[in-house]
């Protein structure tokens, strides 16, 4: 899965920053900055957008079975692009469309939705939002801390409680934390200089510009290019903690701190932390969209095709081999028997499954790429939702003159809750934890009841007038990604010396 479906994220401060960070002589009307990842700094929202479409195959291979394992978002993309240009993509899938691109509804409102993986997207997504605007999808501002779509914040870190409807609202310190992290990636990893080259889709300069940085942080970890900063040795160890613990913009970051400081710097080049939107309906609906679209003028295929078509409606299950024939030709073999030959398989799914799930043959990978798919390391995600009679945190505390309940960010258990608003006096949803890595498998033993009893008991200590308890309606929802067999984590992220890996 691409950075765009789902990521920890920004800075307190990170509206009022985003000026700043476009760098010198760059103003708001400037070149927008794109998900030109600078590992592969191809502008697939301009090849996507192209009236010729992504190019031809022969007439005499128009109609030809291309395997597509995987029905998330990937997979699907890939299929509905082969189905375009003429071919016949043949989708496997273990479970349901969508991947992590997954959205639950509430039993007893279905309305209600809760995504379950991606839910918040980079507006830097473009190619993502080409295919969000191809299905005719709404999309809506997602309520980060102290986003205009967010009416108020707390932060509250080692008992302290801090409250705010803006960045000024903040004390200092949370200034002095976002300042230093500016700093840290200006001096030691050329953010402004990669940005403009970003803007400017000035791809020698974004290869240049990286390549320059690949010996100096491969081995690298994120908390490693932190504390060796100039910025954040001046700071001091609080500043580097309370970095950690709210980060830059939507949640902590320390869960990351083990991870190569590569994998951030791709983040926060791009802007993937900032500005995120949600899809109204909840996030399956573009992949659940892209499975029933018949896109116009495709090659060989008649009007009205789609991809849902093409396979009866249903994509065809579960795989448990991939071998090669005599012939040269792939052979996938499924779960309960039915097996077919194809001259090219594409895996979109868990790059794990091919060893542990898929009987996979060796001959068909190098020993070295065999490595680099085992090495692959994968974040670990946990999220509970409830649904709640209404909106209710936005009623005033007469004592304080303060929301009662805000989008917080703590050093507790919950690291991070969110409020999703449906509309005043209609159910909402209260995201009441969202965690990684360490802080998810904190929740991977206990049942759904038990993760909220625990997040209710961090909430009522920061709230301790609120009953939060009292507007619960429902059953909870939650999931912890790392303990679905067929996902065993929520996406990639490269520890320090496994750039070696992606490269393979």
């Not at 639950?104 to 969000?132: I, N, Q, T, W």
């Not at 403009?196 to 020698?204: E, H, L, V």
């Not at 942080?217 to 700071?235: C, N, P, V």
């Not at 951030?264 to 900032?274: C, F, G, N, Q, W």
Request: glycine share 8%; with cysteine.
């Amino acid at each position: 899965m691409t950075i765009a479906t789902e990521l920890p994220a920004s800075d307190p401060s990170s509206t009022s920053a985003r000026t700043a960070a476009a760098g010198p002589g760059l103003d708001a009307g400037a070149e927008p900055i794109t998900m030109l990842n600078p590992d592969f700094p191809f502008s697939y929202d301009l090849y996507l957008a192209h009236p010729d479409g992504l190019g031809s195959v022969p007439p005499e291979l128009l109609g030809t079975e291309i395997a597509v394992i995987g029905g998330g978002l990937s997979g699907l993309v890939t299929a509905y692009e082969l189905m375009k240009l003429g071919l016949r993509p043949v989708v496997y899938e273990a479970d349901r469309i969508g991947g992590r691109l997954r959205t639950a509804s509430f039993p007893a409102a279905p309305e209600v939705v809760a995504d379950l993986g991606g839910m918040r997207f980079p507006v830097s997504g473009k190619a993502f939002y080409h295919y969000v605007n191809l299905m005719g999808l709404e999309t809506e501002e997602f309520p980060n801390p102290l986003s205009p779509a967010t009416s108020s914040t707390v932060i509250e870190l080692a008992g302290r409680k801090y409250y705010a409807e803006k960045p000024a609202d903040l004390p200092p310190f949370f200034r002095e934390v976002a300042d230093a992290w500016k700093a840290a990636i200006n001096d030691g990893a050329a953010f402004t200089e990669m940005q403009q080259a970003i803007r400017t889709r000035d791809t020698a300069r974004i290869k240049d510009l990286w390549n320059d940085l690949l010996p100096q942080m491969d081995e690298q970890t994120f908390y490693g290019f932190i504390a060796a900063s100039d910025a954040f040795r001046k700071a001091g160890f609080a500043h580097r903690e309370a970095f950690g613990q709210v980060g830059f913009g939507t949640g902590g970051w320390d869960t990351d701190f083990p991870n190569s400081i590569l994998e951030i710097l791709r983040v926060v080049y791009t802007d993937a932390d900032d500005q995120h939107r949600l899809i109204r309906g909840g996030a399956q609906k573009l992949p659940e969209e892209l499975w029933k679209h018949a896109p116009s003028g495709m090659a060989h295929w008649p009007e009205g095709t789609s991809l849902a078509s093409l396979h009866s409606g249903s994509p065809r299950g579960a795989v448990d081999k991939i071998s090669r024939d005599p012939d040269g030709k792939l052979r996938v073999l499924e779960r309960w028997g039915r097996e077919a030959s194809y001259p090219a398989v594409v895996t979109t799914c868990q790059s794990w499954l091919l060893s542990t799930r898929i009987h996979t043959d060796e001959a068909l990978f190098p020993a070295e790429l065999w490595t680099a798919i085992e090495r692959s390391h994968y974040m670990q995600s946990s999220k509970t939702f409830v649904m709640v009679d209404r909106p209710f945190w936005k009623d005033i505390n007469p004592d304080t003159g303060n929301e009662l309940l805000s989008m917080t960010l703590t050093d507790r258990l919950n690291r991070a809750t969110y409020l999703l608003d449906n509309g005043p006096d209609q159910p909402a949803v209260i995201l009441l934890s969202y965690t990684w890595n360490d802080d998810a498998l904190k929740w991977l033993a206990l049942d759904a009841d038990e993760r909220v009893e625990l997040m209710l008991h961090s909430l009522m200590l920061i709230y301790p007038v609120v009953d939060i308890a009292c507007h619960i309606v429902g059953q909870p929802i939650t999931v912890s990604w790392e303990a679905d067999p067929i996902f065993m984590g929520a996406f990639k992220a490269n520890l320090p010396g496994h750039y070696r890996y992606q490269q393979r």
